[in-house]
């Protein structure tokens, strides 16, 4: 499922950004969210390195993680079925962060869509660009696609992309969790 390759390179990094940067749990451990230079690391591993050279800084990357922390909330409301309230919020965090379409060209790319105006600041940018990217997701025949990992001790976001549509999981290690787990009862139930 893409929606387009941008879009569906925003939604990844946004994904990606809210499960490296935000605390809870994550393949059955506490995941701490990283703070100081872990935290700096963390944003910038999130995002395409193309596109984020020298950024981000300290201050950056702070700011893009609450940003992030508000996104993972909306895909919280998403994950209990209260679509009505995501979609309140992600409209809310859409228009604090400025986002408005806007074709740009840059790097040797073809002309194609921002979703954030051209003189917005790093994190904003960045933010605004999630929020829309995620707000396609949500007004979307597929936004079950979106949601929180399904494996006991994990509450990192996934997003399936997949052709059939039956991704339950963050990661293969958390879906091999489950399945162990599921055999081990199996196994002892037999004996």
């Given amino acids: 499922m893409e929606f387009d390759s ?9 994904v990606t950004l809210i ?10 451990r506490p995941f701490p969210a990283p703070a100081g230079d872990a935290l700096t690391t963390a944003v910038r591993n999130a995002m395409p390195r193309s ?12 700011e893009l993680a609450e940003w992030a922390a508000r996104l993972r ?14 979609c309140v919020e992600l409209n809310r965090i859409m228009r604090e962060a400025g986002a408005m379409p806007t074709l740009a060209r840059h790097d040797g790319e073809p002309w194609h869509l921002h979703f954030h105006s051209a003189d917005a600041a790093w994190a904003v940018s960045w933010a605004a660009s999630m929020a829309t990217g995620l707000a396609v997701v949500l007004g979307n025949a597929v936004v079950e696609r979106l949601g929180l990992c399904n494996a006991p001790a994990c509450d990192r976001v996934y997003v399936d992309v997949s ?9 293969t290690a958390c879906q091999n969790r489950v399945k162990a787990a599921a055999f081990r009862a199996r196994k002892a139930a037999e004996a």
Avoid: K, M, W
């Avoid at 941008?6 to 946004?14: I, L, N, P, Q, R």
């Avoid at 596109?51 to 702070?62: C, F, K, V, Y």
């Avoid at 909330?73 to 009505?84: A, G, K, M, N, P």
């Fill in 6 to 14: 941008h879009t569906s390179d925003v939604v990844e990094y946004a």
């Fill in 19 to 28: 499960n490296d940067v935000t605390p809870g749990e994550r393949h059955g």
């Fill in 51 to 62: 596109r984020t050279p020298g950024l981000p800084t300290s201050s950056d990357a702070a």
């Fill in 73 to 86: 909330q909306v895909v919280e409301l998403v994950d209990t079925d209260d679509l009505d309230s995501a």
């Fill in 163 to 171: 052709r059939n549509g039956t991704r339950r999981f963050c990661s």
